[in-house]
């Protein structure tokens, strides 16, 4: 062999030695980083897919009526809950292979990058829908190769850990869809007012050409754009066998009616409600040991959709255009489900909530707590007091107090409490609060749910103490429910992101406050405002609205300088009004006066409508009795100013209206005598 032959045939051995060590040297370091990048990703485990999920509110019947999230719009579903249509057309124009690679699609990213390469950009894109997941859920749309690197990292540890379904849902849940929509659910209802199950293939398609671009394929803001693109997910998803050609065909022909003019509505239903229901929630799921803020909480609430319309309808006819404020509040004596409810007259410019954060006087509404009190005390609708004009002193006689009536004149003759309770006469609720005592007045405030602590102060009797409207209405709601404690709530129900139900209202409770007797009584006197058989130096202070009045309301209206209260009920409803101005304005128009009365008639005979007429029913142990108004006697025909009056069987009158003496004893200004614990202040006439 020639020295030369040798010498290239070693070369070719060195050669093939050197190939083979750095083939070996190759294999090696390749499958040693295949062996790390698991070893890291065991290490680093499975990776989180929690995101931000909005919570949804429903109304008494399911209807979404808002939702709360904290930086993303997103309504988590699960992938049985998605169009197939939806779930196909993103698999035909995203991924085709999803269901066949490990989280990478090689041959589109050796051609990207080529293309990259060509180009000197990163403009192409050959991203997986594991990448792109991976990329919604860790990573910014920064296009850099260190984003990219660490989008593959992602999508290697997610491909490891989790089910292919799992990750296509999450994907379908995460992708953003222009408008602030996340998720398919969010962008389904946005733009079609529908859950995404059932969305139809060409709404599908017009869904899935959105995440191309969201700014550049939105139908609202390029509808040329977004057709085309729709157009071609159709034809790409009929190339892969997913539709027919004739599904294809039909499809393109159909036309697209966004529906997002819904979703502006949905967003202004009642926002004090859904204020006052969220931190009705937070509160909840907090006691049960669960972080509010995670969010994807389904929220059934006790909204009445037409109760709330109802609601703003009237204050919108209603209240002058000034900056005179109102809230206005509805529930349910059965079980204090709180159908409706007003905080302001604007929302967007003060969401302040006037119904349950604003404490204000209310006025004469506070006199039935008081007459509450009185009757478990003794007194019934037939026990008489003279009111005329009266000095009280008090505070070990420091102190005097002089109560008048709304147009300065008094009786000139006792009355009884029914029409004291009709007329709102303010002579005859301090002497009934001296009769009593603070403590027992007091003692009733709390058992109906006020959050008040009376001062010792006779002006007290005629609601100086403030305190809001919900608490206001929630006792009167009381009353309306026979007695019963009932609790004022705006939730049914809450599920958690997974479909648990984590809270549902308990039943309505048998706990009584007062008893049956006292509360059908205190009701059926509270329907005396709007009967005019009571004028006399006073005029019923429901008669205004009594032109209106189709059916029994039990009521009581309050007056301050600066306040206007009106809180009543059917057997079947509750509602309380309030207006007047936040701050250092008192109430002198008769437009501003009047707005109250007006809002609260109309609601509660707009909501009625329809309905067959509810009566109070009395209970055992209460009997109805047709009296004589001046003497309280049982009316013949001789005595004509006659109402039928509710009294408990041991204060059923047992004179004629025409007995001398009982006239003689009525004229004369002797009190009915009663069980009555003195009270601690004196006063003089």
């Avoid at 709404?203 to 390029?222: C, F, M, R």
């Avoid at 609601?311 to 059965?334: H, Y």
């Avoid at 954060?357 to 509450?372: D, N, T, V």
């Avoid at 479909?499 to 049956?516: A, L, N």
Wanted: net charge neutral; charged share 25%; with cysteine.
């Amino acid at each position: 062999m020639k020295r030369s032959d040798y010498i290239k045939k070693q070369k070719k051995r060195r050669l093939l030695r050197t190939f083979l060590m750095l083939a070996i040297t190759g294999v090696t370091a390749f499958f040693t980083a295949l062996l790390c990048l698991r070893i890291y990703a065991q290490i680093a485990g499975a990776p989180s897919l929690s995101v931000p999920k909005a919570s949804v509110f429903l109304d008494k019947n399911g209807r979404q009526i808002g939702d709360k999230f904290s930086a993303e719009r997103r309504y988590w579903v699960g992938l049985e809950n998605i169009s197939p249509f939806l779930i196909d057309a993103f698999i035909a124009t995203e991924d085709r292979n999803f269901y066949n690679h490990n989280g990478f699609d090689y041959r589109r990213i050796a051609g990207a990058v080529l293309r990259d390469v060509k180009t000197m950009s990163m403009a192409e894109g050959a991203s997986t829908i594991t990448q792109q997941y991976a990329r919604n859920l860790y990573l910014t749309h920064e296009k850099s190769w260190n984003r990219k690197l660490k989008e593959a990292l992602y999508a290697y540890r997610l491909e490891l850990f989790y089910e292919k379904d799992e990750i296509l849902e999450g994907y379908l849940n995460t992708v953003y869809f222009d408008h602030g929509m996340y998720g398919v659910e969010a962008a389904s209802k946005f733009y079609f007012a529908k859950p995404s199950k059932d969305l139809t293939l060409e709404e599908a398609a017009v869904i899935a050409a959105i995440a191309k671009g969201p700014s550049i394929y939105s139908p609202i803001d390029n509808p040329e754009r977004s057709r085309n693109r729709q157009l071609t997910i159709l034809h790409l998803m009929e190339e892969q066998g997913y539709i027919t050609e004739t599904q294809e065909e039909r499809a393109k022909n159909m036309p697209i009616a966004l529906k997002t003019d819904e979703w502006s509505e949905m967003k202004r239903v009642a926002p004090y409600f859904l204020d006052e229901v969220w931190r009705e929630a937070e509160k909840i799921l907090s006691d049960k040991g669960r972080y509010p803020a995670e969010g994807g909480w389904t929220i059934r609430t006790t909204l009445d959709l037409h109760h709330q319309q109802t609601a703003e309808e009237m204050v919108n006819k209603w209240m002058p255009k000034n900056d005179l404020q109102v809230a206005f509040i509805s529930m349910e004596p059965e079980t204090g489900a709180i159908t409706s409810m007003v905080g302001g007259t604007d929302y967007a410019e003060s969401p302040f909530n006037r119904a349950t954060q604003a404490k204000r006087q209310p006025g004469s509404a506070m006199k039935p707590i008081l007459y509450a009190a009185a009757l478990e005390e003794g007194f019934s609708p037939l026990t008489f007091m003279s009111t005329e004009r009266t000095v009280f002193t008090y505070d070990d006689g420091r102190s005097t107090y002089e109560p008048k009536n709304i147009n300065g004149k008094f009786a000139g003759h006792p009355i009884s409490l029914a029409q004291a309770i009709a007329l709102s006469d303010n002579v005859y609720a301090v002497k009934t609060l001296e009769k009593i005592g603070y403590k027992k007045f007091n003692n009733m405030a709390e058992r109906l749910g006020l959050q008040v602590k009376f001062q010792e102060s006779p002006a007290v009797a005629l609601g100086t103490s403030v305190v809001t409207l919900k608490e206001m209405t929630n006792a009167y709601n009381r009353v309306a429910s026979s007695g019963l404690k009932v609790e004022p709530t705006t939730i049914l129900s809450i599920t958690d992101a997974q479909g648990r139900t984590v809270y549902e209202k308990p039943k309505p409770t048998k706990k009584r406050v007062i008893t049956e007797q006292d509360a059908f009584v205190l009701t059926h006197l509270m329907t005396g405002m709007f009967d005019p058989v009571f004028n006399d130096y006073l005029i019923s202070t429901g008669l205004t609205m009594r032109p209106k009045q189709t059916r029994p309301y039990a009521a009581k209206s309050g007056t301050t300088i600066s306040d206007q209260y009106l809180i009543g009920f059917t057997p079947s409803l509750t509602s309380g009004i309030w207006t007047g101005f936040d701050v250092g304005q008192n109430l002198t128009e008769f437009e501003d006066k009047a707005a109250s009365k007006r809002i609260w008639i109309d609601f509660m005979e707009k909501v009625h409508e329809g309905k067959s007429e509810e009566p109070f029913m009395p209970p055992n142990g209460v009997n109805g009795v047709i009296v004589d108004v001046e003497t309280g006697g049982i009316a013949v025909n001789e005595c004509p100013k006659q109402r039928l009056v509710y009294v408990k069987e041991k204060d059923m009158p047992q004179k004629l209206c025409t007995d001398r003496s009982l006239r003689e004893d009525r004229l004369s200004g002797e009190e009915e005598e009663g069980s009555f614990e003195l009270f601690p202040f004196s006063f003089f006439e």
